[in-house]
């Protein structure tokens, strides 16, 4: 994991975060503190789920670990109206099939709960997640391999899941008009 973020005019840090030799960092946000949250996935025995707090100068301030029993990944990590994080990714099963995953956690990165879903015959993928006007949040990626677009409120329960053909959604925002846009491929 490589970061190379610029601080002013002509200042900049670089950090390498090696946890294990397949770590991957998948996406990073600026935080109301002025540090950062990082997610991604790290190896040892499985890959999981790693989030990993920063202060502004790119130190590490915490790390945590979202263990399960097989492999997980985050694809991204954006930090809540309560100064939490919400976290959406992949969770593999028993068979390999993926699983849309979203973990919401406390400021420290602790799990608050967490919402599974996605069909036992297809490799679904949260790819972004963002928090809605209302404190809930929209995720987009991939079920059934179809795009989605996903509602849930701010205890993780879904209030509703739209498809569009084939593709993924790879990035999500809330529109001024209260509607969504989504971009992604086919």
Known sequence: ILLLPMIGFGQSWEKHYNLSIYDSGESIQQTSDGGYILTGHISVLEQDIVLIKLNSLG???WTNRLIEVHDQWGN???????????VCGVKEDL??????????TDSA??????????DTLSYD??????????GGYIVTGELNDSLC??????FGIIQWIETYDYGRGKSVEQTSD???IICGDN
């Open 59 to 61: 130190d590490t301030l």
């Open 125 to 134: 993928i949260g790819s972004d997640i963002q928090q809605t006007n209302d």
């Open 109 to 118: 990165g602790n799990p608050q709960w967490s919402l599974t879903f996605g």
């Open 149 to 154: 677009l996903i509602k849930i409120n701010s």
């Open 76 to 86: 991204s990590v954006k930090q809540s109206n309560d100064n939490g994080y919400i």
């Open 95 to 104: 068979q390999g099939n993926g699983d849309i995953w979203i973990i919401k």
């Open 178 to 180: 209260g509607g969504y």
